[in-house]
């Protein structure tokens, strides 16, 4: 039965065959009235079609249409809105989403019939093929994103992709270095080539690419301070100093009378390298504080696998690289130190996220503290 609606509303209507239609007017031409028809399986779903298109009428942008497919509005996407707006190795991860994932499952369907349930499938289906959770649910979002763009653009009505909820990813567990752990693994790595760059990632909390990508000019060890201001990442076959992630990122830390002398004796090898490279020596213009004997960026894999092959001799659990931040950050909630120092050192954008990542260690400063004052009211010593 059809629902009539008022003047260039349109009409919604079930056919005999069961689908369902809308029909809005799209103008004149020579006299007479055009139309145009979307049509689908349920009524929400040609309605929303509708609703998208009067939307692109009323604003002046073209209307999706059939010949719009999800890989055509997925490539205009990243070339026309995503390249002056993201960071290069973010940009490569999601134009590998796009051209790896995305397109090649959802690609050939029309732009404005694309479903909740195709996207649902598409989740599915990567699940089923061995992605980890975490993964799809960074391929949702991007897939969000670029639907929240073509809304913006008139494109559609909706955002299908809100419609579906991602896969549930579990926080791993942190269990990382207990102090008497990393003083057994710092004896363990004591004159080892990266020795310098765990030790920094230990004591000051840093990121790998945050560590690998200091520069001398970055460190000033009269005053006993180091500033974050870059990360060094490797993609699209050479290595890059990016900015930090986030502007919270960019941070100065105080160093520890240890940490200068480590930066110090750091120095004297690496003039020592220059020295006996001779021409060989890759003098690059970044200035880096960790390089191979040629001068040349360290590659974080060889680091890590360095790492943990110290962990496995001295008979230590297995680490990720990024645990020794955890443990750093496990250290100063555990001595007490306030929430927000916490959250500068390790140069988090938002309080939360520091008091979610080490709620496990803050449970035992929180009983130290309780403890702390009934032994104040009690007169317990």
């Given at each position: 039965?059809?629902?009539?609606?008022?003047?260039?509303?349109?009409?919604?209507?079930?056919?005999?065959?069961?689908?369902?239609?809308?029909?809005?007017?799209?103008?004149?031409?020579?006299?007479?009235?055009?139309?145009?028809?979307?049509?689908?399986?349920?009524?929400?779903?040609?309605?929303?079609?509708?609703?998208?298109?009067?939307?692109?009428?009323?604003?002046?942008?073209?209307?999706?249409?059939?010949?719009?497919?999800?890989?055509?509005?997925?490539?205009?996407?990243?070339?026309?809105?995503?390249?002056?707006?993201?960071?290069?190795?973010?940009?490569?991860?999601?134009?590998?989403?796009?051209?790896?994932?995305?397109?090649?499952?959802?690609?050939?369907?029309?732009?404005?019939?694309?479903?909740?349930?195709?996207?649902?499938?598409?989740?599915?289906?990567?699940?089923?093929?061995?992605?980890?959770?975490?993964?799809?649910?960074?391929?949702?979002a991007v897939l969000r994103r670029a639907l929240n763009q073509a809304m913006r653009w008139g494109s559609v009505a909706r955002n299908v992709a809100s419609l579906v909820s991602p896969p549930r990813v579990r926080r791993p567990e942190v269990l990382p270095l207990s102090p008497a752990q990393a003083r057994q693994f710092l004896d363990a790595a004591s004159g080892d080539r990266f020795e310098p760059v765990y030790t920094l990632a230990l004591t000051l909390g840093l990121r790998q690419g945050e560590v690998l990508g200091l520069a001398w000019r970055d460190i000033d060890l009269d005053e006993g301070k180091l500033s974050v201001r870059?990360?060094?990442?490797?993609?699209?076959?050479?290595?890059?100093?990016?900015?930090?992630?986030?502007?919270?990122?960019?941070?100065?830390?105080?160093?520890?009378?240890?940490?200068?002398?480590?930066?110090?004796?750091?120095?004297?090898?690496?003039?020592?390298?220059?020295?006996?490279?001779?021409?060989?020596?890759?003098?690059?213009?970044?200035?880096?504080?960790?390089?191979?004997?040629?001068?040349?960026?360290?590659?974080?894999?060889?680091?890590?696998?360095?790492?943990?092959?110290?962990?496995?001799?001295?008979?230590?659990?297995?680490?990720?690289?990024?645990?020794?931040?955890?443990?750093?950050?496990?250290?100063?909630?555990?001595?007490?130190?306030?929430?927000?120092?916490?959250?500068?050192?390790?140069?988090?954008?938002?309080?939360?996220?520091?008091?979610?990542?080490?709620?496990?260690?803050?449970?035992?400063?929180?009983?130290?503290?309780?403890?702390?004052?009934?032994?104040?009211?009690?007169?317990?010593?």
């Amino acid at each position: 039965m059809s629902k009539r609606r008022g003047d260039g509303e349109g009409s919604v209507y079930r056919r005999k065959d069961g689908r369902w239609v809308a029909t809005i007017s799209v103008g004149y031409e020579n006299g007479k009235r055009n139309r145009k028809s979307f049509y689908g399986q349920s009524e929400r779903e040609v309605i929303a079609q509708k609703t998208s298109a009067l939307r692109s009428l009323q604003q002046g942008v073209p209307m999706a249409d059939d010949s719009t497919t999800v890989e055509k509005f997925l490539l205009r996407w990243l070339d026309e809105s995503l390249r002056s707006t993201l960071r290069p190795r973010t940009l490569v991860s999601y134009e590998m989403i796009v051209r790896r994932h995305l397109i090649p499952m959802l690609g050939r369907t029309s732009l404005a019939k694309l479903s909740p349930e195709a996207v649902q499938r598409y989740m599915n289906g990567k699940i089923e093929s061995g992605l980890s959770a975490r993964t799809v649910q960074y391929h949702h979002a991007v897939l969000r994103r670029a639907l929240n763009q073509a809304m913006r653009w008139g494109s559609v009505a909706r955002n299908v992709a809100s419609l579906v909820s991602p896969p549930r990813v579990r926080r791993p567990e942190v269990l990382p270095l207990s102090p008497a752990q990393a003083r057994q693994f710092l004896d363990a790595a004591s004159g080892d080539r990266f020795e310098p760059v765990y030790t920094l990632a230990l004591t000051l909390g840093l990121r790998q690419g945050e560590v690998l990508g200091l520069a001398w000019r970055d460190i000033d060890l009269d005053e006993g301070k180091l500033s974050v201001r870059h990360t060094l990442q490797r993609y699209s076959g050479s290595y890059h100093l990016d900015e930090p992630k986030t502007e919270r990122s960019r941070r100065t830390i105080g160093l520890p009378e240890q940490v200068i002398g480590v930066l110090q004796d750091r120095r004297r090898r690496q003039l020592e390298d220059h020295l006996k490279a001779g021409p060989a020596w890759n003098d690059n213009e970044w200035g880096l504080v960790f390089t191979t004997e040629a001068g040349n960026p360290l590659y974080g894999g060889a680091v890590t696998r360095r790492f943990q092959t110290i962990l496995k001799a001295s008979g230590l659990p297995r680490q990720k690289f990024h645990d020794l931040r955890h443990a750093c950050a496990s250290f100063m909630v555990a001595q007490h130190v306030p929430m927000r120092v916490v959250m500068e050192i390790l140069g988090h954008s938002q309080i939360h996220v520091t008091m979610n990542t080490y709620a496990h260690v803050m449970d035992d400063a929180q009983r130290d503290a309780t403890e702390r004052v009934s032994a104040t009211i009690f007169g317990v010593s």
